[in-house]
């Protein structure tokens, strides 16, 4: 079923370009950027991240963003209206299956966000004041033991969420998304400018910014390729509409490669300014910036603590994340919202109600993995249903998405290169050199079926390309 009512667009260039970009920074560009770019050596992981960024994250970005403003709807209507009539493929109904990755996405975001609501404020609050390293853990993992805690922060996250979009892409959204994309901005200013001022910071800033190719060897170079071109790919979360939905509210008359250049670049210097927030600040203080997941909720934490102010600092640092996540919530949200107006008619409000509730209920499972569920390990030893939930979505539904779509955009019973072309650039003809056509018809996706692949063979059989 399609839309009875004109489609609403963005007030302004600027909404757009915020709220797409707020769908593409959250916790992958600071929690996970940090924490790989500590495994993999630093500098030279960087250098090769922003190559892959260019030539593999961006082209993908503008078709998506492409599909969803000629679609003006989400993902299944989308392809519903481009297909080639002549086509006997339902290409729409795969779409069905990417785009739940958008409410799988949430189920384990939302419960990731209530941690950095609380661990906000337990800092503003004293609780991390004085802490050890145990002490710090310890206090993670009494959180994760205690559902009620963190339903209460799932809660007040999906609360916020709703409210956001409650009252239209106009009233509501894009001025929350605005609100809080400055207030990360300067968050983030205000973040460098004093981790860069600590006592040896420039050793945290040359592991960083200074390419090393002997560290990025000794971690394994095809685990350290892989690493860098998935964090590229799914830095940008694309393959299941969420960035679509984006370009389904955009003027026709927006120069979507220009745009697109505006969100990569704002997505990038969060990337770099978490870097430069992190490594500096763990060099300052002896610690190794490559502990995994646990770096944002136990060391830095602890960071913070040796820190002069340092209550402040870490209430600072962590609703520069909470706002982050939540701006990724509220975009990613709004393409639900979007869905049920689109496909069953349903008023805003009416599909925010029912998207709201049942993101709260679907949720809970994420939360008791960590604690009544716990025996339940879907991945092997020491995984949980978070695992599992990220592994639905990192490591299938947003490639698969990313290569399904990549096919759709270039086969002749699909959309086909010249309509793709054409919304590209003002509704002109793009006359692009076969080079650069074959490369995006043909090695683009021959490079997101390897990242599947490997990504499956890193997950279950790491030790097989060693």
Known sequence: MTQNKPREQFASRLGFILMTAGCAIGLGNVWRFSYITGQYGGGFFVLLYLIFLVMLGFPVMLMELAIGRAGRSTFPGAFRKLQNPASRFAWYRPAYLLFSGNLILLMFYSVITGWLLLYACGFITGKFAGATTVECSEIFSDMQADPTQQIIGMLISVLLTVLACWGGVRKTVEKSIKVM??????????????????????????????????????????????????????????????????????????????????????????????????????????????????????????????????????????????????????????????????????????????????????????????????????????????????????????????????????????????????????????????VLVFYLRWIISLIILLLWLVGWQQKFWPDLLK
């Open 181 to 434: 994309m400055i207030g990360l901005f300067m968050l983030l200013i205000l973040l460098v400018v004093q981790s860069l001022s600590l006592p040896n910071a420039k050793s945290g800033l040359s592991f960083f910014l200074k390419p090393d190719l002997n560290n990025f060897i000794n971690e394994g170079w095809i685990s350290a390729v892989h690493a860098a071109m998935a964090q590229a790919f799914f830095t940008l979360s694309l393959g299941i509409g969420s960035i679509a939905v984006c370009g389904s509210y955009t003027s026709s008359d927006a120069s979507l490669p220009r745009e697109g250049l505006w969100i990569i670049s704002l997505d990038t210097m969060v990337a770099i300014a978490s870097g430069l927030i992190i490594f500096p600040a763990c060099a300052a203080f002896g610690i190794k910036a490559d502990a995994g997941p646990p770096l944002v909720f136990i060391t830095l934490p602890n960071v913070f603590n040796n820190m002069t102010g340092g209550s402040f600092w870490g209430f600072l640092f962590f609703s520069f994340l909470s706002i982050a996540a939540l701006s990724t919530l509220i975009a990613v949200f709004e393409n639900l919202v979007a869905f049920g107006m689109d496909e069953w008619n349903w008023s805003r409000r009416k599909s925010c109600s029912i998207f709201g509730t049942a993101l709260a209920v679907l949720s809970l499972p994420c939360i008791w993995g960590f604690n009544w569920w716990q025996g339940f390990q879907p991945l092997g030893a020491n995984s949980n249903i978070l695992d599992l939930e990220d592994f639905i979505v990192s490591n299938n539904l947003l490639p698969l998405g990313a290569l399904f779509m990549t096919v759709f955009c270039f086969s002749r019973y699909g959309w086909r290169a010249e309509n793709l072309f054409r919304e590209l650039d003002h509704k002109k003809s793009i006359v692009l050199p076969r």
